[in-house]
């Protein structure tokens, strides 16, 4: 079993549509989490930390679920500029950054 | 406050020829770090540096060396590249200081092509 889990996709979405990822972890020990995203070619960039209590930042909304292990990032109103992939990213030590594989988001016009 | 730059962008090796990326930061990090990018798969840890004159090996180092001779450069060597090692290679850095709250900053890649 991979040490952070996604789902690939792609997620085909209208433009204006919300769209929600998951991710899930397997080491209970994990640290700090985070959503990259990754455009073609690129670096990943962060897009945000995840807390404890759960954050927004605009149109992005992101969870944590410590008991189940798993943390989500929710899209409101996709913008056609949204496509990319994005990454999960877990932290279990002062240099342990786990990544993802990342899932693919395509949004349609 | 260019962040973390990476040369070279691209290249290409024959096998078996040697060659040495460069990785500087100008954030004053103290941690810095390797990581190859290969289709389907997470990126993967290489090597890392918790400060100057320190390095470490991490998921995936066999076949590469690093140095970090000053606190901005990390550089990383191909010994003696094998078409495996073909990749995007990305470096990235973090403020340091033992906090595990921080997200990693990264450059724009290097793509390795092993011929």
């Known amino acids: 079993r991979k040490e952070v889990e996604q789902d690939p996709g792609p997620f085909n979405v209208p433009e204006g549509a919300t769209v929600a990822f998951n991710c899930t972890y397997s080491n209970s020990a994990s640290q700090s989490f985070f959503w990259y995203r990754q455009d073609c070619r690129k670096e990943p960039k962060l897009l945000m930390s995840v807390y404890s209590s759960g954050n927004e930042d605009g149109r992005f909304t992101a969870q944590l679920n410590r008991a189940s292990q798993y943390i989500s990032l929710l899209i409101r109103d996709s913008k056609l500029s949204d496509s990319a992939t994005y990454l999960c990213v877990v932290n279990q030590g002062t240099y342990k950054y786990i990544f993802g594989t990342g899932t693919r988001l395509k949004v349609l016009a | 406050n260019a962040g973390v730059t990476q040369t070279p962008k691209f290249r290409v090796l024959k096998t078996g020829q040697s060659m040495t990326l460069l990785c500087a930061q100008d954030?004053?990090?103290?941690?810095m770090y390797w990581y190859r990018q290969d289709p389907g798969m997470g990126l993967r840890l290489i090597h890392y540096s918790v400060g100057e004159g320190t390095t470490a090996k991490g998921e995936v180092p066999d076949g590469y060396n690093v140095s970090r001779l000053k606190k901005q450069n990390f550089l990383l060597g191909l010994e003696s590249a094998a078409p495996s090692q073909t990749s995007v290679y990305f470096c990235?850095?973090?403020?340091?200081?033992?906090?595990?709250?921080?997200?990693?900053?990264f450059g724009d890649g290097t793509r390795l092509s092993i011929l």
């Open positions: 990235a850095s973090t403020l340091g200081g033992g906090r595990l709250d921080q997200p990693q900053h």
């Open positions: 954030m004053n990090h103290e941690y």
